[in-house]
């Protein structure tokens, strides 16, 4: 999942703390990982603007496919109508490109709603708000500066109708365990009836998953070794990050795509501000990121642990992609 970005001193500070606590617990660990919601420095965010545009990251391209094409079919699934009032809540501000497409339907079909982006980044806030000013003007906007949940909790009080949008397969980077934690807890604050639409990447030959976590051009790999830098910057550590090479793996059996940095040399990692270090073997593996790709029985191995069942299924012309409507039971 993407980190939320800093607002303040504090929250810089026990953001500072939890990005220390996570990089000693993955480096320590027998088999070593690094979190990938700490990827999303300013770097980082550009490279992942990068990745958006690549040849081989079908994703955005497919998630978005689908809202330039189907809107209206997305409309009707959610089971919106034009006189009843409702929320379309968003989780993560992004640059809004697809959600655009959504919003333009909805004000010609003259929908009655609020469109609230939630956001930790009031800066990102501002940019979308801006820009939807600019192109979708009789669309009212609520930004929502906060922690998704908070945020979530103040809006349950209230009996509108909700519909939240999780988009580009953000979910993908969590583990099954902590998706479910993260849906269930969506759930616990919505009413019956409330909907989640859901983005999320496809199960899909190696051929084509592998290549978006391998592009030609290096961009994945500056992504995942950005992360060895952030540390070194941050945290004060001494990576070499010429010794760290980029190594993606897929197992279609399983759905996940795994990133992985291998250390190309025996050698020790010191990290000051943990004042500790690290020993890596030449070819050991730390994993950086998994991007799971779901199909209707995982998505419903994880949703019976919560109050959601899927209620339609929407993909792109290429079936890589799938925005599932979910209602809240
Ligand atoms: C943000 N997330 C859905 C991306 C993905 O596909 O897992 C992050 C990413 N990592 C490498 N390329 C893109």
Redesign the pocket.
């Known amino acids: 999942?993407?980190a939320q970005k800093t607002i303040s001193n504090t929250e810089n500070r026990s953001m500072i703390e939890q990005f220390k606590k996570e990089v000693d617990e993955g480096l320590s660990g027998d088999i070593k990982s690094l979190p990938?919601k700490f990827?999303y420095d300013k770097k980082g965010d550009a490279l992942?603007v990068e990745?958006?545009h690549l040849p081989e990251?079908y994703?955005t391209r497919s998630e978005h496919e689908i809202f330039k094409e189907k809107s209206e079919t997305i409309i009707e699934a959610l089971q919106l109508h034009p006189d009843t009032y409702f929320e379309l809540i968003e989780l993560g501000a992004g640059d809004g490109l697809k959600t655009k497409e959504l919003l333009r339907a909805l004000d010609k079909g003259n929908y009655s709603f609020d469109y609230m982006p939630v956001d930790i980044s009031q800066n990102a806030l501002d940019k979308l708000e801006a820009d939807l000013n600019q192109q979708l003007e009789r669309v009212s906007i609520k930004k929502k500066q906060g922690d998704y949940f908070e945020v979530l909790e103040s809006l349950k009080e209230n009996q509108h109708p909700k519909v939240i949008l999780f988009l580009?397969?953000?979910?993908?980077?969590m583990p099954d365990d902590v998706a479910t934690a993260f849906i269930g807890k969506l759930s616990d604050n919505l009413h019956i009836g409330d909907k989640l639409l859901l983005g999320v990447?496809l199960i899909k030959p190696a051929s084509i998953v592998l290549p978006?976590?391998d592009d030609s051009q290096g961009?994945?790999a500056a992504?995942?070794l950005n992360l060895l830098e952030r540390i070194n910057s941050e945290l004060e550590a001494d990576f070499d990050i010429d010794t760290f090479e980029h190594q993606?793996e897929y197992d279609e059996s399983d759905g996940i795509?795994r990133?992985f940095l291998v250390s190309t040399q025996s050698q020790d990692v010191y990290v000051a501000k943990l004042d500790k270090k690290y020993h890596f073997q030449k070819g050991e593996k730390v994993l950086m990121?998994?991007?799971?790709k779901y199909n209707d029985v995982i998505l419903d191995a994880i949703l019976s642990e919560t109050a959601f069942v899927i209620s339609t299924r929407i993909t792109d012309s290429k079936a890589y992609f799938a925005n599932y409507v979910l209602e809240r039971q």
């Open positions: 999942m993407k990938s990827f992942f990745i958006m990251y994703v580009g397969s953000n979910i993908g980077n990447d978006a976590y961009v994945t992504f995942n993606p795509a990133s990121e998994i991007s799971r």
